[in-house]
């Protein structure tokens, strides 16, 4: 424990928020609940699990319940509570241990999300409560119901061998930095805290 949190406060900077995006056939909740504690004990305040089949979100109890075995194990009682949100609103106010708030997304929080706050920007344009002109990046994010209290990810880990994010927060992840991971099956710790450095060293000169 004691060793995580040094390892956090040693990079020279720390993602706010990681996007955990699985791009493998079988995801593994055992491996993706290490990396969601993991994201924890090093200080990430804002955590968002990702794959393209939706199979975490649609089984997202059982996820939450090696979440926690996990952090019981690992973490013990050494944190204060946070509450956990899912994208969905399904379950809400489930209390875990540190302070991070863990989103469970899928494809349909991805461009369906940014077709549905189009439409709801075109409703209020059509009741006259706001005209074309007030439509900017600002506005479209507090329209986004998917990531509503969120920030945008400073970083992706992307796992498996597809060279793509697969429709994950295409409208968040414009700065965003992603290294890719061959898996997230069996993954060390090691591994992890090797990313999270690669980060801390990169130069983001954000389009410059």
């Given amino acids: 424990r004691q060793r995580w949190r040094a390892d956090g406060r040693a990079l020279r900077k720390l993602p706010v928020h990681v996007g955990l995006v699985v791009t493998e056939e079988e995801p593994s909740y055992a491996d ?77 929080d991805g461009k369906a999300d940014i077709v549905k706050a189009a439409q709801n920007f075109c409703q209020l344009v059509a009741q006259q409560q706001r005209t074309h002109s007030d439509l900017d990046v600002n506005m479209l994010d507090n329209l986004l119901s998917s990531t509503n209290g969120f920030p945008d990810p400073d970083l992706v880990l992307k796992f498996g061998p597809v060279d793509s994010t697969l429709g994950f927060l295409p409208w968040h992840i414009r700065l965003t930095e992603i290294i890719s991971l061959p898996s997230h099956l069996n993954i060390s710790y090691e591994d992890f805290f090797s990313a999270l450095h690669h980060y801390a060293a990169c130069e983001q000169r954000w389009g410059k």
């Fill in 32 to 108: 993706m609940a290490s990396l969601v504690v993991w994201c924890m004990a090093v200080g990430i305040s804002y955590v968002s699990v990702y794959d393209h089949n939706g199979i975490f979100k649609r089984n997202n109890s059982r996820l939450m319940d090696e979440i926690l075995k996990q952090q019981q194990e690992l973490l013990g009682l050494d944190c204060s509570k946070y509450t956990v949100e899912f994208s969905n609103q399904d379950k809400t106010g489930q209390v875990l241990n540190c302070q991070s708030t863990l989103k469970v997304l899928s494809p349909e």
